[in-house]
């Protein structure tokens, strides 16, 4: 099946621990997205690339980091520098061209401790 | 200065009736796009609905209809003939510019519930 698969669903992290989300697709998408969700808010956008081996800081990438090794993963490590963690972290793809809706995978919700 | 304001927190409709979601948003940019995506409780962001700037008529998916109104910079979105199913959060988001991986901004959300 295509899709976007974000593992694991819950995660519970110890303060001062770095820990690490995984995002992987097989859409063949060229971009693909980290957002973050706060309780009643809307999403956020942590960082994001549009190809391998590239990538750019969304509107809150600190004390977060990424790597884009291979198209088809997206993987997002949130470090110790990352002040309030706790939330619900969405990942997302799309293919490129002039318009395109993000698809979406089911989610990681990060607990600290 | 927030780009995409949803002014309605919750909302609360009969099942079967038509509901329409607000969403106003604030750019300087002639070519964006506008999205309404639906979040259930599981947590996945399904995308229902886009409208380009340059579209003359209004989208619609469905029972999902786009109420464009480029001057007074509004997108509001309309769902026809409500079901218990549609209840959910909805956001709106704009993607400033048409090409490349633009990021989109999401509004605050509305929760609507459909009551039997």
């Known amino acids: 099946d295509g899709g976007i698969t974000q593992s694991p669903k819950y995660l519970f992290r110890k303060e001062g621990q770095n820990v690490t989300l995984s995002c992987e697709q097989n859409?063949?998408?060229?971009?693909m997205y980290w957002y973050r969700q706060d309780p009643g808010q809307g999403l956020r956008l942590i960082y994001y690339?549009?190809?391998?081996?590239?990538?750019q800081k969304g509107d809150i990438a600190e004390g977060y980091s990424v790597s884009r090794e291979k198209k088809e993963s997206f993987p997002l490590t949130v470090t110790s520098a990352q002040k309030n963690p706790t939330a619900f972290y969405l990942c997302?793809?799309?293919?490129?061209?002039?318009?395109?809706?993000?698809?979406f995978g089911p989610g990681t919700r990060l607990t600290v401790l | 200065a927030q780009k995409i304001t949803q002014t309605q927190p919750g909302m609360f409709v009969q099942e079967k009736e038509a509901v329409t979601l607000d969403c106003t948003y604030d750019?300087?940019?002639?070519?964006?796009?506008l999205f309404w995506y639906k979040q259930p409780s599981s947590g996945e962001m399904i995308f229902l609905i886009y409208?380009?700037?340059?579209?003359?008529q209004n989208a619609t998916e469905g029972r999902y209809s786009l109420n464009f109104q480029k001057a007074r910079k509004s997108a509001n979105l309309v769902i026809s003939a409500s079901q218990l199913g549609d209840s959910a959060m909805y956001f709106c988001?704009?993607?400033?510019?048409?090409?490349?991986?633009?990021?989109?901004?999401f509004g605050q959300g509305t929760r609507l519930t459909i009551n039997p």
């Open positions: 997302a793809t799309e293919q490129g061209g002039s318009y395109n809706e993000q698809f």
């Open positions: 859409l063949n998408h060229d971009a």
């Open positions: 690339s549009q190809i391998v081996n590239d990538f």
């Open positions: 750019t300087s940019d002639q070519s964006y796009g």
């Open positions: 409208q380009g700037s340059y579209d003359e």
């Open positions: 988001a704009m993607r400033e510019g048409l090409q490349g991986a633009q990021k989109l901004v």
